[in-house]
DNA sequence: CTTCGTGCTGTATAAAAATACACAATTATG
DNA sequence: CATAATTGTGTATTTTTATACAGCACGAAG
């Protein structure tokens, strides 16, 4: 797949969301009227080279005849993040496994990402090893009591049950074999990832 | 929304599949073409017939300018199911809680139906009450022993994992409160609703 | 400096598609 | 039974839409 200018990109975006929101493909001119041109024959030249970059196909003689060559309901999901190094960003391209058909909305704030969980401190909430969890991420987000949350202490990400009593924060498992990370806001460097929104575990992991 | 005459449904359930196989909704022409019209007036009549009547909208002097009122992505999704009284079948309408948009094909051999879990019986398998299980039926499916099957026991529906031993099939809670259900296929009514292949929890019983 | 690819303008034109009008056979439905 | 709704045929006509051809400006590459 030949890469795109930053022109054709931006018209590859518009059609992709004009198609998501009309479930209709653009004509020539409805194309030339978002982008002001004042030929049709731009929009006819910029679909020619998309298709030719494998970006789409045009079915000729056809009225909106674009086929979008990626599907369009991969493009929509979640992306699945695996195993985050420490310190990394936690969306950062080498740490994701994957995007998977889930409809955002499905998890009723809304989910930003997926993220799979690696042991067992959090058994007892029904949380597993491989299981998947739907994680919300909001700017200034402050949990509540009693929420699971994504956080990273000095860098490493965990899944914890939130508690802050004053300026005591605790991120308790929910495993009698695990301890509590006790959190010491003047030493230890304390980020919120996300709130745990929803649970997905899927095929090898029942 | 009236209801569709059967030749209205015919042709409703046409346009549907063409635009979910193309993502193009079809000219009055292909219309005409694909039920033998031999007029395009015929296909014109239909739609604005189908207009009328609430089951989708025409953008006038617009190419291919059907938009089905139903959601498309609401018609895919997998219908959830509450509790089931017993006897009754599975997916009997009443017994439906609605349908939620996730892609049959996210739980790998492919799910079928959702179905709400009441109670803790298969708490330490991590799956709690009020979880939502992606199940599979196929007909005439022998579960292999240590899966987790929704099974039918004289009528009432019941989550377990599945063993058999010769002729003596176990239903085993995952619940040290909770007590195996042994099968006797002689006296027992027993049948397998499906296979679960995948979890699902969201919002509220997190 | 010349040539190529990109990103357009401007003008035409043929094909595709929507849509109107007149009329007929069949099937409900009061 | 009479009437209306449904399901069509057949023919035209206007809009939309795709698409060809002739150029121009500009920057990158050889």
Redesign the pocket.
């Known amino acids: 797949m030949d890469k795109l200018?930053?022109?054709?990109a931006e018209i590859l975006a518009w059609i992709r969301t004009r198609m998501l929101e009309d479930s209709l493909p653009p004509?020539?001119?409805e194309l030339m009227k978002a982008?002001?041109?004042?030929?049709?024959?731009?929009?006819?030249?910029?679909l020619r080279?998309l298709a030719r970059k494998g970006y789409l196909e045009?079915q000729?003689?056809?009225?909106?005849?674009i086929r979008l060559h990626e599907d369009l309901s991969e493009t929509m999901g979640l992306p699945l993040v695996g195993r985050v190094a420490a310190g990394q960003p936690m969306l950062a391209e080498e740490f994701r496994e994957g995007q998977l058909p889930v409809d955002p909305k499905l998890f009723s704030p809304g989910a930003d990402y997926l993220l799979r969980v690696q042991g067992m401190s959090m058994r007892d909430a029904g949380i597993l090893d491989g299981d998947i969890l739907a994680v919300r991420h909001e700017a200034g987000f402050t949990p509540q009591n009693g929420q699971i949350v994504v956080a990273r202490v000095n860098g490493e990400v965990t899944v914890k049950r939130w508690q802050r009593k004053q300026s005591k924060v605790s991120l308790l498992p929910e495993n009698p074999d695990f301890s509590p990370i006790e959190v010491d806001l003047s030493r230890d460097d304390l980020q919120i990832e996300g709130q745990v929104v929803g649970l997905l575990r899927i095929g090898n992991s029942l």
């Open positions: 200018t930053p022109r054709q004509t020539r001119a982008f002001d041109f004042r030929s049709p024959n731009a929009a006819e030249t910029h080279m045009l000729n003689g056809t009225a909106r005849g």
